[in-house]
């Protein structure tokens, strides 16, 4: 039986944008197709073992595996720009007992 994720995908990148899935939130920093950062982090007091992945328009970053609890994130610096509706997200998986769980899939659409 194949596993249904969900993804929150929010509006167009610009200044500021952010989105939540599940315990993960993605911040796109940039105005239309011109992306200056993506930061992966997390919602309000929530907290796993793993790592991230951020992928998408041309970018593929796995963080280092890491105890990752609220405020903390990872900046990805971009500094370019990414195809029109190309869509960057970030995942969070979770390590445990030698499984990988997704925690959580927010992504936003990169457009003019």
């Known amino acids: 039986m194949a596993a249904v994720a969900s993804v929150a995908l929010a509006g167009?990148?610009?200044?500021?944008?952010?989105?939540?899935?599940?315990?993960?939130?993605?911040?796109?920093?940039?105005?239309?197709?011109?992306?200056?950062?993506?930061?992966?982090?997390?919602?309000?007091?929530?907290?796993f073992f793993g790592h991230f992945h951020i992928y998408g328009g041309g970018l593929e970053k796995n963080t280092q595996i890491d105890s990752w609890g609220h405020p903390a994130s990872y900046k990805l610096a971009v500094n370019r720009n990414l195809p029109n509706r190309s869509v960057v997200c970030v995942e969070g998986w979770s390590h445990v007992s030698g499984r990988f769980d997704l925690v959580g899939r927010a992504c936003g659409e990169i457009k003019f």
């Open 12 to 47: 167009p990148a610009q200044a500021g944008m952010r989105s939540c899935d599940n315990l993960v939130c993605i911040g796109i920093d940039g105005s239309g197709v011109r992306v200056n950062s993506v930061t992966a982090s997390l919602t309000s007091n929530s907290r």
